[in-house]
Nanobody
Framework: VQLQASGGGSVQAGGSLRLSCAAS????????MGWYRQAPGNQRELVAA???????NYADSVKGRFAISRDNAKNTVYLQIDGLKPEDTAVYYC?????????????????WGQGTLVTVSS
């Protein structure tokens, strides 16, 4: 299973970006999908998550500015980022809990995308 993230870039404060992350491979089911970010010198933190049924959860710092969504038919998760602030500058990683089918049964594994850089200038 691979997660391919895209959509990062350099924007000015107040701007918007839309990140995408597509999962591919031998996927039986994708459960929770989420976005994390890691700024220089900081730990990776959860930004937003969405279940297969569409329930969402956000970090307090991004509520009202970020919106996570997913297209289950395309195995893709999106992160719409509006009102960007310089403190949003970070590498953004997508994450997915994926159930895979093997001869031994179903197993759930956690996968990470390669990260996409978001840089916000003031």
């Amino acid at each position: 299973v691979q997660l391919q993230a895209s959509g990062g870039g350099s924007v000015q404060a107040g701007g918007s970006l839309r990140l995408s992350c597509a999962a591919s491979g031998s996927i039986f089911r994708i459960n929770v999908m989420g976005w994390y970010r890691q700024a220089p010198g900081n730990q990776r933190e959860l930004v937003a998550a969405i279940t297969s049924g569409g329930s969402t959860n956000y970090a307090d710092s991004v509520k009202g500015r970020f919106a996570i969504s997913r297209d289950n038919a395309k195995n893709t998760v999106y992160l719409q980022i509006d009102g960007l602030k310089p403190e949003d500058t970070a590498v953004y990683y997508c994450n997915a809990g994926v159930t895979i089918a093997t001869m031994g049964g179903l197993y759930e594994c956690c996968y990470w995308g390669q990260g996409t850089l978001v840089t916000v200038s003031s």
